[in-house]
């Protein structure tokens, strides 16, 4: 004979081990700023007509699904089946299996759209880096610049019958790569992203740089590619460091001076890669989601705040 199912409720209070999801999520529920965050969607969400109809789906739920794509890298119709599958994803998104319902994929693709179609991502993105600010965590004295490659599907059997026209390809050392560059301006006392832009694969690095500063930087430190005597001389005022690697003269050698100074830019410039490090690895956003620069652009501003609050949890944990 079959054993009699447990009561959810008690099955969950039996519960001898807290799971890895269960923990992150639970570290999530806590830092992340739910009330500005709905305060700042809630105007663009659609309510019921006066006419009645089947109400929305809450707002509170759809944020915490579409953060939960976010961190795990679901699609769509992933989102709506793990659902389904995860009781720790539905509790943490407010639903009650047999009580509530489940939004299904459309509904989730429509959220999303609604966020790209009214700017929300980016607004979300500044939103979350005011609330850092304002738990003074983000001191903005120096920035770090770089930029990382986001691959994209070079494979053209897709119903286009083509690779992404907004993606292009770079070479990087040896190596050939198709996709979309995002660049970043991290805070360096804290490896927060403040600023982001997003271009296509073949955009030189040294093109996107007024837009990574907020100008009331002390310092700014950056990789070779970089270099600029015109930037270098905005930082030769005292109290200002220009942090950029220096480089060897054509066919020559690096002075031994200048070896030591890019020693120590390159300890200073390890926590840039931190917020590569987190939407890659911890968030496995390894590859473009979607096709077209503006889309994957939106989507990196959500990926970059959520990020933000994963490397600075520990600080906002009670």
């Known amino acids: 004979m079959p054993k009699q199912p447990a009561i959810p409720g008690l099955r969950d209070a039996m519960k001898k081990k807290v799971t890895r999801r269960e923990q992150f999520l639970a570290e999530m529920e806590a830092v992340v700023p739910w009330m500005r965050l709905h305060a700042l969607i809630e105007p663009h969400y659609?309510?019921?007509?006066?006419?009645?109809g089947r109400p929305p789906m809450p707002l509170e739920t759809m944020l915490r699904?579409?953060?939960l794509q976010n961190w795990y890298?679901?699609?769509?119709p992933m989102a709506e089946e793990t659902l389904y599958d995860s009781e720790a994803m539905r509790r943490f998104a407010a639903i009650?299996?047999?009580d509530d319902r489940i939004p299904d994929e459309t509904t989730i693709l429509n959220f999303r759209h609604l966020l790209e179609r009214h700017g929300l991502t980016e607004a979300i993105f500044a939103d979350v880096n005011a609330h850092l600010a304002d738990k003074g965590i983000t001191l903005r004295s120096g920035t770090l610049v770089d930029a990382t490659i986001i691959d994209a599907p070079s494979s053209t059997k897709n119903q286009a019958k083509s690779r992404d026209p907004e993606m292009s390809s770079t070479k990087k050392g040896n190596d050939w790569y198709f996709g979309m560059k995002a660049h970043v301006?991290?805070?360096v006392d804290s490896g927060t992203v403040h600023s982001l832009e997003a271009t296509t694969a073949k955009m030189h690095d040294s093109r996107v740089w007024d837009e990574l500063l907020h100008g009331e930087e002390k310092s700014v430190w950056a990789d070779k590619g970089y270099i600029s005597a015109e930037r270098e001389a905005a930082f030769s005022?005292?109290?200002?460091?220009?942090g950029v690697m220096r480089k060897a003269p054509k066919g020559g050698q690096l002075d031994p001076i200048d070896e030591e100074i890019n020693r120590i830019i390159a300890k200073v410039r390890a926590k840039v890669e931190h917020p590569f490090r987190v939407i890659k690895r911890q968030f496995g956003h390894v590859k473009t989601r979607y096709r077209g620069l503006a889309k994957n652009r939106a989507h990196l501003f959500t990926l970059f705040a959520l990020g933000n609050l994963f490397l600075?949890?520990?600080r906002l944990l009670p």
Do not use: C
């Open 65 to 67: 699904i579409y953060f």
């Open 73 to 76: 890298a679901l699609s769509d």
């Open 46 to 52: 659609p309510k019921v007509g006066p006419k009645g």
């Open 96 to 98: 009650e299996l047999g």
């Open 312 to 314: 600075v949890r520990r």
């Open 237 to 242: 005022e005292d109290g200002k460091v220009w």
């Open 185 to 187: 301006g991290v805070d």
